[in-house]
């Protein structure tokens, strides 16, 4: 079965940090290109920031609120992704979610622009 | 403030259709047929509907559809269904700065 399993989330200061971990199974993670998104209490999602596979220079990607406080990373051998969370604000209390594309029936991969395997979430409160 | 704009809610009886706008700019719906469609029922994770604008994912009713035109994307639901009561994402693409960008959600409600 394919899964992903986030975990990590917890109650943290406003200036803390925080590491989230997301457990893959089921696919093939070292191919895959992995992202983070993130969803407010009652507002949208959000893309966080995405790790290309190795195979593609294992680029990373950040979106403005998080840049340089952000820090997303893989370890292949684990199958785990994690995004490690520095200087946190108040506004960065979300449920944090990992979440990978697919190989569409054309056979063109979808690593940037449509996710079908979602984790469950993780929460992560930031509040002094 | 969200990226892409979003109609807060919608609603339709059963039976009815129902379509969703997605209003982006020239630098992201505009420029790119990668728009998708997430759908949430409460507590849960997003699903994924529809993705590069029309195609749906395996298993995703043929009553769910999508379109583009200009700087705007649309979902229509054909034939509502109680279980079709749920929120709404778009999504696209927007190239190496951005990404991806979401919508803020759209709350659809099957009276």
């Known amino acids: 079965e394919v899964q992903l399993v986030e975990s990590g989330g917890g109650l943290v200061k406003p200036g803390g940090f925080l590491r989230l971990s997301c457990a893959a199974s089921?696919?093939?993670?070292?191919?895959?290109?992995m992202t983070w998104v993130r969803q407010a209490p009652g507002k949208g999602l959000e893309w966080v920031g995405r790790?290309?596979?190795?195979?593609?220079?294992?680029?990373?990607d950040y979106a403005a609120p998080v840049k340089g406080r952000f820090s997303i990373s893989r370890d292949d051998s684990k199958n785990t992704l994690y995004l490690q969370m520095n200087s946190l604000k108040t506004e960065d209390t979300a449920i944090y979610y990992c979440?990978?594309?697919?190989?569409?029936?054309?056979?063109?991969?979808?690593?940037?622009?449509?996710?079908?395997?979602w984790g469950q979430g993780t929460v992560v409160t930031v509040s002094s | 403030q969200s990226a892409l704009t979003q109609p807060p809610s919608a609603s339709g009886s059963p039976g009815q259709s129902v379509t969703i706008s997605c209003t982006g700019t020239?630098?992201?719906?505009?420029?790119?047929?990668?728009v998708s469609w997430y759908q949430q029922h409460p507590g849960k994770a997003p699903k994924l509907m529809i993705f590069?604008?029309?195609k749906r994912l395996s298993g995703v009713p043929d009553r769910f559809s999508g379109s583009k035109s200009g700087n705007t994307a649309s979902l229509t639901v054909s034939g509502l269904q109680a279980e079709d009561e749920a929120d709404y994402y778009c999504?696209?693409?927007?190239?190496?700065?951005?990404?991806?960008?979401f919508g803020g959600g759209t709350k659809l409600t099957v009276l």
């Open positions: 979440i990978t594309g697919f190989y569409d029936r054309s056979g063109s991969y979808h690593g940037d622009d449509a996710f079908d395997i």
């Open positions: 089921g696919f093939t993670f070292s191919n895959a290109w």
């Open positions: 790790v290309k596979s190795k195979s593609n220079g294992g680029t990373t």
């Open positions: 020239s630098s992201d719906i505009g420029r790119y047929n990668y």
């Open positions: 590069e604008v029309i």
């Open positions: 999504s696209s693409y927007a190239g190496s700065n951005n990404i991806v960008v």
